[in-house]
């Protein structure tokens, strides 16, 4: 079993920042991918950004450029700096680890923007 942890929601103006964290422990094994997904009130949970231990990262065209997703291998965490936030960015944050057999999930962290 690997257990995921998010920090670092919060609310923030139109145009802050925010860096999200979550650290994964547990029966964690060395190759996998690690994701950031969202999902706003009355809407699908969408993928926003992915980063594998190969270092090959994709983003959701919506974040392009604004968001950068990071990883410590050493300590088991994946980060999301979220940069020119904007009041669509609005959405409860997910953690997401996949080991190419099972994805387990964080609890998800708040982020709100203000316009």
């Known amino acids: 079993q690997v257990q995921l942890v998010e920090s670092g929601g919060g609310w923030v103006q139109t145009g802050g920042s925010l860096r999200l964290s979550c650290a994964a422990s547990?029966?964690?094994?060395?190759?996998?991918?690690m994701c950031w997904y969202r999902q706003a009130p009355g809407k699908q949970r969408e993928l926003v950004a992915t980063?594998?231990?190969?270092?090959?990262?994709k983003y959701a065209e919506s974040v392009k450029g604004r968001f950068l997703i990071s990883r410590d291998n050493a300590e088991n965490s994946v980060y999301l700096q979220m940069n020119s936030l904007k009041p669509e960015d609005t959405a409860v944050y997910y953690c997401?680890?996949?080991?190419?057999?099972?994805?387990?999930w964080g609890q998800g962290t708040q982020v709100t923007v203000s316009s």
């Open positions: 997401k680890l996949n080991d190419y057999v099972h994805n387990y």
């Open positions: 980063l594998g231990t190969g270092q090959i990262t």
């Open positions: 547990g029966s964690v094994t060395r190759m996998n991918v």
